[in-house]
Nanobody, 123 residues
Framework: QVQLVESGGGLVQSGGSLRLSCAVS????????MGWYRQVPGKHRELVAG???????DYADSVRGRFTISRDDAKNTVYLKMDNLKPEDTAVYYC?????????????????WGQGTQVTVSS
């Protein structure tokens, strides 16, 4: 059973920093993509930052230059460093991963979500 376990959310003042971590547990046989999404009540979940394997990282316009995504594939962990946080960054942040998993005698891509971690930025 593959699970994504997030940590690092919390309350911070405007202009402050936080680092989110997401560790993958369970048997995976490759990482296709890992990223961070966020959601506020009444709105769709939006992609904040993505790190595809063999590709370049990408960011939402609203966070580019302030947030940095990184992966440690040896630890099956993805991080999101958030600097110069603003009140509009307040949301539940979700880790997302698309991995190569075993399916019988073969392998297939499979997507997973973390449970979410609250980030609150006070003004």
């Amino acid at each position: 059973q593959v699970q994504l376990v997030e940590s690092g959310g919390g309350l911070v003042q405007s202009g402050g920093s936080l680092r989110l971590s997401c560790a993958v547990s369970g048997d995976i046989f490759g990482i296709n993509f890992m990223g961070w999404y966020r959601q506020v009540p009444g709105k769709h979940r939006e992609l904040v930052a993505g790190a595809p394997s063999g590709g370049t990282t990408d960011y939402a316009d609203s966070v580019r230059g302030r947030f940095t995504i990184s992966r440690d594939d040896a630890k099956n962990t993805v991080y999101l460093k958030m600097d110069n946080l603003k009140p509009e960054d307040t949301a539940v942040y979700y880790c997302y991963g698309n991995f190569r998993v075993r399916s019988g005698l073969a392998f297939k891509p499979e997507a997973y979500w973390g449970q979410g971690t609250q980030v609150t930025v006070s003004s």
